[in-house]
T-cell receptor, first 109, second 115 residues
Framework: GQNIDQPTEMTATEGAIVQINCTYQ??????LFWYQQHAGEAPTFLSY??LDGLEEKGRFSSFLSRSKGYSYLLLKELQMKDSASYLC??????????WGAGTKLIIKP | NAGVTQTPKFQVLKTGQSMTLQCAQD?????MSWYRQDPGMGLRLIHY???????DQGEVPNGYNVSRSTTEDFPLRLLSAAPSQTSVYFC??????????????FGDGTRLSIL
């Protein structure tokens, strides 16, 4: 079966750095997305990785290792508005999106 | 820009009733999809469409129908509502080609309760 694992919940302090991990086992791989979802709202796109390595976009960075079936989202200089769920999704060999259950990130002052 | 518009935002139904969730996008996107989101689970694909006149089943299609008569609209029909269909429903769209390899644009969701 296809599986994406993310921690259910993480807590971090305002101004700190947090890394949210995602491991996947899918039938093929054609890219990995990270989305942010605030409570009661729609998911919004953060990043897309298809090649190994680190993609940096402002305070957010995303890393991919295809050989390890592993990605992480790195959030720097955390702000209270970063409190949200972070969803990892993999594009499989049939170009279908497989979604993780999401990681709820709680930011404390 | 409106993006992806879903209506209604909230709906309560009785078991056995039918209804249509509306989804419209104004970005000329070829790929459109419907997901349901339940607590503790990832988004699950119900149906999707790669262009007008073409639809296909996703992971959890039972109890739902879709049609795609135009590029803009992709309604989701619940045929006979069941309590297990209580969920938050999201419509999403992305540009043509390999649609899912491009970022999805989501509507605000429809919160549906079946009594």
């Amino acid at each position: 079966g296809q599986n994406i694992d993310q921690p259910t919940e993480m807590t971090a302090t305002e101004g700190a750095i947090v890394q949210i991990n995602c491991t996947y086992q899918t039938s093929g791989f054609n890219g990995l997305f990270w989305y942010q979802q605030h409570a009661g709202e729609a998911p919004t796109f953060l990043s897309y990785n298809v090649l190994d390595g680190l993609e940096e976009k402002g305070r957010f960075s995303s890393f991919l290792s295809r050989s390890k079936g592993y990605s992480y989202l790195l959030l720097k200089e955390l702000q209270m508005k970063d409190s949200a769920s972070y969803l990892c999704a993999v594009v499989d060999s049939n170009y279908q999106l497989i979604w993780g259950a999401g990681t709820k990130l709680i930011i404390k002052p | 820009n409106a993006g992806v518009t879903q209506t209604p935002k909230f709906q309560v139904l009785k078991t056995g009733q039918s209804m249509t969730l509306q989804c419209a996008q104004d970005m000329n996107h070829e790929y459109m999809s419907w997901y349901r989101q339940d607590p503790g689970m990832g988004l699950r694909l119900i149906h999707y469409s790669v262009g007008a006149g073409i639809t296909d089943q996703g992971e959890v299609p039972n109890g739902y129908n879709v049609s795609r008569s135009t590029t803009e609209d992709f309604p989701l029909r619940l045929l006979s509502a069941a309590p297990s269909q209580t969920s938050v429903y999201f419509c999403a769209s992305s540009p043509g080609g390999e649609g899912v390899s491009q970022p999805q644009h989501f509507g605000d969701g429809t919160r549906l309760s079946i009594l």
